[in-house]
């Protein structure tokens, strides 16, 4: 469905302006349910219809239905509700509310009344079920379930505006989504608790429902409650205006100036807030509602609901009277030309009323027109004392009255607002942010003029430059003219043409600075870059060295968008200010502060020549024994493999790690961003050796990797490539088990991926490489060790692989070996410790012969061992403990050496008696030591 402006303009803003902003969403923004399945047209909707609002606020007619659509729009867009799903849920919600409160009425209008109009029925969709949610057959339904016959027949309307611009309310409450004027001030959900009205406004108390009836009934009092004061109107106003200026703070300004009028007289708010009232049950009274019907309305406002009532029959029992007295439609005529402001036109439709209803409307315009008089003459003596607010708000109030009044509006039109109060502009960058405070006027609709000039602050709205033209109190010039002295003025105007005088902000210059300064030290010389800012006349570059609070000197060459700075000493540290320097158009120049960069320029990075790895773990721990305790480093031995080199005598080295060999022979200069990109830098902190090479670990990576010394200086945008190294690992073997069976040793283990072989080698503990003899298929034996190459499949075919070890501990470590392009690659070693056979050792207890009460405890064994401390337990019962948790420990004896095949005898003290159920056991809280190894204790006779 393309969008039509004229059928949008006649279906939904027209009736928008006399009914408010319909509910519908779908059809506020002139949606189908085509559209809106697709986001892509749903949005492009959305924005075509937000635009055409935007242009009806040019027009005078529709400027303030378009400011409540765009306020609405802005509230939904704040809450993420501009999507379909929201719009249907919105609509669906929309549609049950109202539908209910639909029927609601037309039952309370069924109750009281047996038929309506066909009028009624158009007044009943517009007043009581609008906002374009439900249409005229969900009307016709809700008067079809209830049996109401309708026929056709004409109401009339109550009359009697206060004089304090009330109509004028309208248009900002819709802005602000609000009812009743009171709700800005003392907050609408305060409001729509509850009110009172009938002697005067004041906010209902905690007491409500028939509670209240009761108290009044009882007191015959009214309850009291919170009133609406010129303190309480000055607060809120206060409060509101801290936000920022838009249609909403315009729309609440030009309510605060009327509430403000009207609380100054003493029953002034009592009578505005009544007529606002009565003007929003209009719709409910044309509609030919019954007085239950209207109180529903009224209460919906917060008339507590005994006055809501009370109101809706004095509103029926009047509009029923004016009906039957009425001798045509003449009468009625006159009274809406009045509640229009029409009076020119009431008083030439006088003559043709008849004479029984003549005297009581003529008496009505005529209060209107010598209310008007004196509008007219208060204003003309507050505007010979020079009181222009005063002035303007009097004949706002009287071209109310006499909308029709072309001399009271163009004098109303004359009168410039006040100027803004005070204004302020700062510079951002290369922007200049303004705000200014709002026009204290107190009537009609504001709107500003920003305007900027150089020199001098601009004389007239017309003067200078538009920066812009807004209802905000807020801008932003984002081309300010740099190097001259500038001014910003700002007009406030309520008609098109009159301009209020101008307040000026203070005069500033725009002096940007450059931008992405980028400054690089070679060995000699710096060069600087940047970005040039808009209106650059020239650029002024200083160069001082550190420690130097001189003026300083300039470089060798400068240009707009750089500088180069040659023959600088090496190893010293140089500072630069570069400051924008403008041209004004009288011919005189201005700098900025300037931006600062420091330099250091340095000798040209020596390259590494000796580079080497190392790659067995036995030589990262030699390079760790090796280490100055001063460097306070980590073992380098924690790695697989090593790199060392000697440190050259300028610059920093980083090992660069990766999988092929750079592109760069040695010695070559490269960029260090080029260089940045051939690998990734080997991790860790180097370590200083006693031989003085530097050392830094290698982790383990499967297949061939390629290490490259580079050498930079810091600031240096050049490095230089040293010597490269290649590195060859295998992924080690996983999960690495030893079983001793004898003197035999039972290996298993995870093979990695694309290992060919596994190199095994075991030598005894402690022994060193040297001391261990190479077997290549096996070897055993005392204090001997050996080495065995094993393939995959022979491994899985005897399931592990057996090796004969001796029966003292041994270390045991196995490598994978993986070949390839390059050769064999080797992984890092897996070692695992087994223990020595266990000695079977044989012990007795017999008791001593001197002195009384001790036992001997003889020990012998058939292998030369060292024993750990035993505990001799016992039983209460005198039955032999199995186990050394199953007794108490009768004593403790420590660790001592045993000869093979020579007796040793211990004596301890023991009850004769308990001898014969002693058991010897292995302390096992005794801690582990060097040299112990393990034993088996077996009970039995005496030894020989």
């Known amino acids: ?176 989504g609000l009812r009743l004027s009171a709700e800005l001030v003392l907050g609408a959900d305060r409001v729509r608790a509850g009110f009172h009205l009938r002697d005067g406004f004041r906010l209902a108390s905690a007491v409500t429902g028939p509670a209240a009836v009761t108290e009044r009934e009882a007191t ?105 007295g009425s001798a045509g439609t003449a009468a009625q005529e006159i009274h809406e030309a009045l509640a229009a402001g029409r009076l020119r036109a009431a008083r030439q439709l006088l003559a043709t009323v008849g004479e029984a209803e003549r005297a009581e409307v003529a008496g009505q315009i005529e209060a209107a027109e010598v209310r008007v008089r004196t509008l007219v003459a208060e204003a003309d003596e507050a505007g010979a004392a020079g009181r222009a607010e005063q002035t303007a708000a009097l004949l706002a109030a009287a071209g109310e009255i006499a909308t029709d009044r072309d001399d009271i509006q163009a004098r109303l039109r004359a009168i410039p607002p006040p100027a803004p109060p005070s204004i302020d502009a700062g510079i951002d960058g290369a922007r200049v942010n303004v705000r200014w405070a709002p026009s204290p006027a107190r009537t009609g609709e504001v709107h500003y003029r920003l305007v900027r000039a150089p020199h001098r602050p601009a004389t007239g709205p017309q003067a200078g430059t538009l920066v812009a033209r807004t209802s905000a109190n807020t801008a932003v010039d984002e081309t300010p003219p740099p190097g001259e002295r500038i001014f910003y003025t700002v007009f406030a105007s309520r008609a098109d043409g009159i301009w209020s005088p101008g307040a000026n902000a203070a005069g500033l210059r725009l002096t940007p600075e450059v931008q992405d300064l980028t400054v690089v030290a070679d060995t000699d010389s710096v060069t600087g870059s940047w970005q040039a800012p808009a209106g650059l006349h020239g650029v002024e570059v200083r160069r001082t060295e550190s420690g130097n609070t001189g003026r300083g000197s300039k470089p ?66 030699a390079a760790s024994a090796d280490q100055s305790p001063a460097a306070g480093q980590a073992p380098a031995g924690a790695q697989p493999a090593i790199v060392t080199w000697t440190p050259p005598g300028t610059g920093t080295v980083e090992i660069r790690m990766a999988p092929t060999a750079p592109r760069w022979p040695p010695g070559t200069r490269v960029p260090v961003a080029e260089v940045s990109r051939h690998g990734v830098v080997l991790p860790g902190s180097p370590v200083r050796r006693g031989d003085g090479r530097v050392v830094l670990g290698v982790p383990a990576r499967h297949g061939r990797t390629f290490l490259t010394a580079v050498t930079a200086t810091a600031g240096s945008a050049v490095a230089i490539v040293g010597a490269t190294v290649s590195v060859s690992l295998a992924d080690a073997v996983r999960g690495l088990a030893a079983t001793r069976f004898g003197d035999a040793v039972r290996l298993r283990w995870d093979w990695p991926q694309g290992a060919s072989l596994a190199q095994v080698r075991w030598k005894p503990v402690g022994a060193s490489d040297d001391e261990a003899v190479d077997r290549s298929g096996g070897g055993s034996g005392g204090g001997s060790g050996g080495a065995v190459e094993i393939r995959p499949r022979r491994y899985t075919d005897e399931g592990g692989l057996e090796i004969q070890v001796g029966e003292n501990a041994v270390t045991i470590t196995v490598r994978t070996a993986t070949g390839g392009d390059g050769g ?84 301890f003290p023991a009850p004769r008696r308990a001898i014969a159920g002693l058991a010897c056991f292995v302390d096992p809280n005794a801690p582990p030591a060097d040299g112990h190894i393990q034993v088996t204790l077996v009970r039995g006779h005496r030894t020989r």
């Open 556 to 621: 060798t060459s400068v240009t707009s968008t750089g500088f180069t700075d040659l023959g600088l000493r090496p190893d010293r540290t140089y500072q630069y200010r570069i400051a924008a320097v403008y041209l004004a158009a009288d011919g005189t120049r201005h700098s900025s502060a300037g931006v600062v960069a420091v330099a250091r320029p340095q000798r040209r990075p020596e390259p590494v020549t000796d580079l080497a790895v190392e790659l067995s773990a036995e030589a990262a721990s």
């Open 220 to 324: 015959g009092q009214e309850c009291t409650g919170q009133e609406v004061t010129e303190q309480e109107v000055t607060r809120a106003r206060q409060a509101r205006a801290r936000s920022v200026q838009d249609e909403r703070q315009t729309a609440a300004e030009n309510i605060f100036v009327i509430i403000l009028a009207a609380v100054r007289t003493p029953t002034g708010f009592a009578e505005l807030i009544r007529w606002e009232v009565v003007e929003a049950l209009r719709g409910g009274v044309e509609a030919g509602l019954p007085a239950r019907a209207i109180a529903d309305q009224a209460a919906s406002l917060g008339l507590v609901r005994l006055e809501a009532e009370d109101l809706a029959v004095v509103l029926a029992e009047a509009w029923r009277a004016g009906t039957a």
């Open 824 to 907: 064999s690659t080797t992984s890092p070693p897996v070692t695992v410790h087994v223990p020595g056979r266990a000695v079977e050792v044989n012990y007795h207890v017999r008791p001593a012969r001197l002195p009384w009460r001790r036992a001997v405890l003889e020990l012998a064994c058939g292998r030369s061992c060292r024993l750990p401390p035993l505990i001799v337990v016992a039983r209460p019962d005198g039955i032999m403990p199995l186990t050394a948790a199953h007794g108490a420990v009768l004593v403790s004896l420590p660790a001592r050496d045993l000869v093979a095949g020579k007796k040793t005898l211990v004596t």
């Open 1 to 176: 469905m393309a969008f039509d402006a004229e059928r949008y303009r006649g279906d939904v803003v027209d009736p928008a302006r006399r009914q408010g902003l319909p509910a519908d969403l779908f059809v506020r923004y002139d949606l189908d349910e085509a559209t809106a399945a697709d986001s892509a047209l749903f949005t492009a909707r959305i924005d075509q219809v937000v635009k055409y609002w935007r242009t009806l606020k040019l027009k005078k007619t529709h400027a303030a239905v378009a400011d409540a659509l765009l306020a609405a729009h802005a509230e939904l867009r704040g809450a993420d509700q501009l999507q379909p799903a929201a719009f249907r849920e919105h609509r669906e919600r929309a549609r049950r509310e109202q539908q209910e409160y639909l029927d609601r009425l037309v039952g309370a209008l069924a109750a009281a009344n047996p038929c309506i109009t066909e009028a009624m029925v158009g007044r009943l969709l517009s007043g009581a079920a609008g906002g374009g949610a439900l249409d005229a057959g969900a009307v016709r339904a809700a008067l079809g379930r209830h049996h109401l016959r309708v026929m056709d027949r004409r109401w009339e309307l109550p009359t009697g505006p206060p004089p304090h611009q009330a109509r004028a309310l309208r248009d900002p409450l819709a802005v602000l």
